[in-house]
Nanobody
Framework: QVQLLESGGGLVQAGGSLKLSCAAS????????MYWFRQAPGKEREFVAA????????YYADSVKGRFTISRDNAKNTVYLQMNSLKPEDTAVYCC????????????????WGQGTQVTVSS
C-alpha cells in the first residue's frame, strides 16, 4: 500500500502562487491515479484535481479550473499541484490520495491519505 507525504503549503497573499508536492512510497507509484482534495475549516473535504497513472488524463473541480495544474513525475514518485491566482477561499488543508481506479472524485471513496499541508491565502 502506498504511503503519501504532502509538502509545499504556506501563507500567501491573494493572487499569489504555491506549488504543492505529494511524495509517495513504494515501487508501484506509476500504477496509481493521483488525487488532490482540500478541507477548509468547518467544511467537508472536497475534490480539487486528479491525474491518471500515465498522466494522459487530468480532471479539475470547476472552482480551480484555469488556475491550478496537476502534474506528476513517476521517476520521482511525486505528484504536484501548481496553484496560481490564489484566492482566500482556497484556504484549506490540502491532501493527496492514490487509487488504481479513475473517477474517484468523492473523498469517501478513498482510504489512503497523507497528513495534509496547510495553505492559507490572505486577502
Amino acid at each position: 500500500q502506498v504511503q503519501l507525504l504532502e509538502s509545499g503549503g504556506g501563507l500567501v497573499q491573494a493572487g499569489g502562487s504555491l506549488k504543492l508536492s505529494c511524495a509517495a512510497s513504494g515501487r508501484t507509484f506509476s500504477s496509481y491515479n493521483m488525487y488532490w482534495f482540500r478541507q477548509a475549516p468547518g467544511k467537508e473535504r472536497e475534490f480539487v484535481a486528479a491525474i491518471s497513472s500515465s498522466a494522459r488524463d487530468t480532471y479539475y473541480a470547476d472552482s480551480v479550473k484555469g488556475r491550478f495544474t496537476i502534474s506528476r513525475d513517476n521517476a520521482k514518485n511525486t505528484v504536484y499541484l501548481q496553484m496560481n491566482s490564489l484566492k482566500p477561499e482556497d484556504t484549506a488543508v490540502y491532501c493527496c490520495a492514490a487509487s488504481m481506479v479513475w473517477g474517484m472524485w468523492a473523498p469517501s471513496m478513498h482510504h489512503t491519505w497523507g497528513q495534509g499541508t496547510q495553505v492559507t491565502v490572505s486577502s
